[in-house]
């Protein structure tokens, strides 16, 4: 499916709308601008794709808010070329945003179904799915660690630790915590052992879960 003038043109229009309701990074709405959120959202909803709404996926899941998405990759304060991992990829839309802000992305999704859909979708849009990983991503990926940010994309019951232990000196992890709605917190370590944590308000994502899903 093709990116039009018109889609364009709607994509500038929501990215005008995101800056209206948050002070975001110039960097972050430019990524937002990027990115043709329609090639992401399921057939049918193309038409919803840039209003400021989540909107549902494949596997009962959903495709969070732009808001949300631009909240996340502002509140991980990363730079270009920086390691980031992100929990959750779902359709992958907020992947290709972490790449269009040129960082260096690994994704893990759980759901067999989602992790083929995204390759898929970044493929289409125009962005590189090797750093996709299909796994739990409670574990997160040790082998590549330590990242700079960890995004987590759906509500963890507890801040969970094997990620933190993944956050280099200095490095920040934004996760939606709590039951049935969240908290999103920002954690930055601080030390080997050190760890800050800062509250950015109540949310609402799809649980994370343990385990894979064929």
């Known amino acids: ?3 039009t003038l018109r889609q364009k043109g709607q994509r500038r229009l929501l990215t005008e709308e995101l800056a209206r309701k948050f002070g975001f990074h ?18 049918g909803l193309e038409h919803l794709a840039y209003k400021d709404k989540p909107l549902p996926i494949a596997a009962r899941q959903t495709i969070s808010q732009p808001y949300t998405v631009a909240m996340q990759t502002h509140l991980l ?9 992100e929990i959750g990829t779902g359709c992958g839309y ?3 945003v972490l790449l269009a802000m040129g960082y260096y992305v690994y994704s893990i999704e759980r759901i067999r179904e989602l992790y083929i859909q995204a390759q898929k979708n970044l493929v289409a849009s125009g962005f590189d799915p090797s750093g996709l990983f299909y796994g739990d991503g409670f ?3 040790p082998q590549f660690a330590p990242f700079k940010g960890i995004l987590v994309a759906c509500g963890a019951p507890d801040i969970p630790s094997k990620l933190k232990e993944q956050l280099d000196i200095g490095g920040k992890m934004v996760v939606p915590v709590g039951h049935p709605q969240q908290r999103m917190l920002r954690i930055t370590r601080t030390g080997e052992k050190e760890y800050l944590t800062e ?3 109540p949310y609402r994502f799809v649980p994370m879960l343990e385990g894979t899903q064929n």
């Open 77 to 85: 304060d990363c730079r270009k070329r920086d390691k980031v991992l």
């Open 199 to 201: 509250d950015f308000g």
């Open 1 to 3: 499916m093709p990116d």
């Open 139 to 141: 574990s997160g990926l």
């Open 94 to 96: 907020q992947a290709a």
């Open 26 to 43: 110039p960097e972050v709405l430019k990524a937002m601008d990027l990115v043709p959120r329609h090639l992401f959202v399921d057939k």
